[in-house]
């Protein structure tokens, strides 16, 4: 099978599952030892093709307790090997069938790291995995007919309300993680959980506690009826928003969205806060939020390019963060920060 770029680059590797003879989409590279289970099945990894740089993928197998999602939302899978006679304990399958199952692309035997590298120095691009290489007119007209307006096949489909004893949150579904809202309802919260469709106006009228504006796939600047809707609820009830959420409240508080020079995805992203403490977290996204009004405090900073990673409207009690506190899969530096956060919102 063969690899092919969008600038006429080709790798070739093995397919070890799946039946479809071409798959494509855009890149997203994971750069841990472990969590395939999660960023596989993250829904802000939609249609992505996820890229493994650790080379030995798959040892402990699959368990769909650790699934994010009701099963993998990637276009396909690419690494160096997958492994097989998984050993763990938990495991209930082991990568290449899990993968059989869903009929998801697998390509091993790949040079990851000759691709990962041709990837940090040309930048993400596309790419289509494929029996037949294709012309570039041909990839042209196959990446048009792909949907760039992803967040409303990930969003649940109707209201649904999770019980808890605490405050009520709001939580606006653009393409949440099952563990995130584990963690909020184990905290104690109510949440109904809202289509990303949903008017505003029928989330006000809950007066809920707290508004949370989840992850998701896509790029904030291809909903900006959301970006309205939002800007709408800002000083009307607190507002929490991580990853995609975030950049639709940063654009919402009159920020500029921005392409990262390098695309910020892995379990293990350095930012730094007040003074000189550095936190580990977890992301995934190619975008930022730029220029915020200088009512806007900059909680977090990026350690590697200085880029925002989180932001405070105290007057409005909105509150931003571009990274995954609860780290699914990844670090947790942060989360009973941003927990303690989200309660004094509340």
């Not at 993400?124 to 007119?137: H, K, N, Y």
């Not at 307006?149 to 099952?178: C, H, M, Q, R, Y």
Request: hydrophobic share 40%; net charge negative.
């Amino acid at each position: 099978m063969y690899i092919q770029l969008e600038d006429g680059t080709v790798f070739t590797g093995k397919e070890f599952s799946g039946k479809k003879r071409r798959v494509g989409g855009r890149f997203t590279v994971h750069s841990t030892m472990i969590g395939h289970e999660e960023v596989m099945t993250d829904p802000a990894n939609l249609d992505r093709i996820l890229l493994f740089t650790y080379p030995l993928v798959g040892g402990y197998g699959m368990n769909f307790e650790d699934n994010q999602s009701d099963g993998p939302t990637i276009a396909a899978f690419i690494c160096r090997r997958a492994m097989e006679n998984a050993t763990n304990f938990r495991s209930e399958m082991d990568l290449k069938e899990y993968l059989n199952y869903y009929d998801v692309v697998g390509i091993e035997d790949v040079d990851t790291r000759g691709l990962i590298r041709h990837l940090k120095e040309t930048g993400m691009q596309r790419g289509v995995i494929t029996d037949r290489l294709m012309t570039p007119s041909e990839m042209d007209e196959y990446f048009a007919e792909q949907n760039p307006n992803t967040i409303e096949e990930v969003s649940t489909i109707e209201v649904t309300e999770i019980e808890g004893e605490g405050p009520t949150i709001a939580l606006w579904d653009f393409g949440v993680k099952d563990g995130i809202l584990e963690a909020l309802n184990d905290a104690g919260y109510r949440l109904i959980v809202y289509p990303a469709m949903t008017n505003y106006e029928a989330i006000l009228a809950e007066k809920p506690d707290l508004l949370f504006l989840s992850s998701g796939p896509g790029v904030a600047a291809h909903y900006l009826d959301l970006v309205h809707d939002i800007g709408q609820m800002i000083g009307k009830l607190p507002i929490y928003g991580m990853g995609l959420g975030a950049q639709f409240l940063g654009l919402a508080l009159g920020g500029d969205l921005v392409k990262l020079a390098s695309p910020h995805a892995g379990a293990s992203i350095a930012v730094k806060g007040e003074g000189e403490r550095v936190y580990m977290t977890s992301q995934n996204r190619e975008y930022g939020i730029e220029h915020l009004p200088e009512s806007v405090a900059i909680d977090y900073r990026n350690v590697a390019d200085g880029s925002v990673e989180g932001f405070t409207d105290k007057e409005n009690k909105a509150v931003g963060v571009l990274f995954d506190p609860f780290g699914l899969p990844g670090a947790r530096d942060l989360l009973s920060t941003q927990l303690a956060l989200i309660s004094e919102l509340a």
